[in-house]
């Protein structure tokens, strides 16, 4: 809708709630204090197979390119024309990381397409 209508935005929770990190896993409990653990209603619709599919598709493609998966879904944000600031909410200083190593990262138009297909 922000694109149709060129309007900017700066997305909040960008990572879906630890989603993007990798943390999650098929057939495991959410990790102690994490965000499923702890507050799971606004993410529990993603805990399903073709979440975890494209979950799979997206660390292969973050592996292959050498970053961590909340790199480059960072950097995949950062590169949206219209997202004007990313909002991050790290809890612990070592989660601001991949935040900066996404300022320094980058991703292409090609590459940001490929991405977005990864989830349909």
């Not at 909040?12 to 989603?19: K, T, V």
């Not at 799971?40 to 970053?67: C, K, Q």
Request: aromatic share 8%; charged share 25%; net charge negative.
């Amino acid at each position: 809708l922000c694109v149709e209508f060129a309007i900017s935005y700066a997305p909040f929770g960008p990572l879906a709630g630890g989603w993007l990190t990798g943390k999650y896993k098929r057939d495991e409990p959410a990790p102690e204090g994490s965000r499923m653990a702890m507050r799971p209603g606004p993410y529990e619709h993603l805990r399903n197979e073709e979440t975890f599919a494209a979950l799979d598709r997206f660390a292969e493609v973050a592996g292959r390119r050498g970053v961590e998966p909340a790199t480059l879904a960072l950097a995949w944000l950062l590169a949206q024309r219209h997202v004007t600031a990313v909002v991050v909410g790290p809890r612990r200083p070592e989660q601001l990381e991949p935040a900066l190593a996404a300022l320094e990262r980058g991703v292409s138009q090609p590459g940001a397409e490929e991405l977005a297909a990864l989830f349909g």
